[in-house]
């Protein structure tokens, strides 16, 4: 199995950038596919971002299309959030997941079998 461990979370104003990181540990890190998610408090956990094993395929939400990227250095074992023009509305609790399933990135919660405890972002107007 494998060990998720993120970090990069904080406070930032609105328009403002962020950049996560979550660092695995444990098994082949090219054995998974890695997303991110997010909870806020009452609501279920919200895909954001998936890539695939080395990178070539990465679905996003459309809530954050065209300002977040995810990437992966399978050399360093890390997954990666470049969060840009953040808005109020993208505070909450991210978390980093992979999945060994063989099909290719997947928005699915269901799908990823093993979490990290997750980072907080806040967003300030």
């Known amino acids: 199995q494998v060990q998720l461990v993120e970090s990069g979370g904080g406070l930032v104003q609105a328009g403002g950038s962020l950049r996560l990181s979550c660092a695995a540990s444990?098994?082949?890190?090219?054995?998974?596919?890695m997303g991110w998610f997010r909870q806020v408090p009452r609501k279920e956990r919200e895909f954001v971002a998936a890539?695939?094993?080395?990178?070539?395929?990465?679905p996003y939400a459309d809530s954050v299309k065209g300002r977040f990227t995810i990437s992966r250095d399978n050399a360093k074992n890390t997954l990666y959030l470049q969060m840009n023009s953040l808005k109020t509305e993208d505070t909450a609790v991210y978390h980093c997941?992979?999945?060994?399933?063989?099909?290719?990135?997947?928005?699915?919660?269901?799908?990823?079998?093993?979490w990290g405890q997750g980072t907080q972002v806040t967003v300030s107007s």
């Open positions: 997941a992979a999945s060994t399933r063989g099909t290719g990135p997947t928005p699915n919660v269901n799908d990823y079998a093993y």
């Open positions: 890539i695939s094993r080395y990178g070539a395929v990465t």
């Open positions: 444990g098994r082949s890190f090219t054995n998974y596919i």
